[in-house]
C-alpha cells in the first residue's frame, strides 16, 4: 500500500502561481499529477518516473514544472502563469510499478483560479 498526502491548494489570481506537494508512504516507479473541473472527466496534467522520464498535458506545457525530490518520496508541481480553467480539484497518484494504470490516489486539494 502506498498512502499519498497532497498540500499546496487554496486560492490564486489568474496569472499567479503556486506549486503542490504530494508526499508517499514509500517509493512508486512513477507519480502523476490529475486533476477534475467542475463537469468534466478527470485528466492527467504531468508525470514523472524513477528514470526521470516526465510528461505533460499540452495545456500546461510551458507553464507548469513536475519534479520529485527521490529521497523524500515527495512530488511537487510548479503551476505558472495560471488561468481561470485550472480550476480544479487536483489528486496526487502513483504506480509502484510501469506496467499497471495510477492505482494510488491522494484525497485531493481543491485549487481556484480566480480571474
Known amino acids: 500500500q502506498v498512502q499519498l498526502v497532497e498540500s499546496g491548494g487554496g486560492s490564486v489570481q489568474s496569472g499567479g502561481s503556486l506549486r503542490l506537494s504530494c508526499t508517499a508512504s514509500?517509493?512508486?516507479?512513477?507519480m502523476a499529477w490529475f486533476r477534475q473541473a467542475p463537469g468534466k472527466e478527470r485528466e492527467k496534467v504531468a508525470d514523472?518516473?524513477?528514470?526521470?522520464?516526465?510528461s505533460y498535458a499540452d495545456s500546461v506545457k510551458g507553464r507548469f514544472t513536475i519534479s520529485k525530490d527521490n529521497a523524500k518520496n515527495t512530488l511537487y508541481l510548479q503551476m505558472n502563469s495560471l488561468k481561470p480553467e485550472g480550476t480544479a480539484m487536483y489528486y496526487c497518484?502513483?504506480?509502484?510499478?510501469?506496467?499497471?494504470?495510477?492505482?494510488?490516489w491522494g484525497q485531493g486539494t481543491q485549487f481556484t483560479v480566480s480571474s
Open positions: 497518484a502513483a504506480r509502484v510499478v510501469s506496467w499497471i494504470p495510477y492505482n494510488y
Open positions: 514509500r517509493y512508486t516507479f512513477s
Open positions: 514523472i518516473d524513477s528514470g526521470g522520464r516526465i
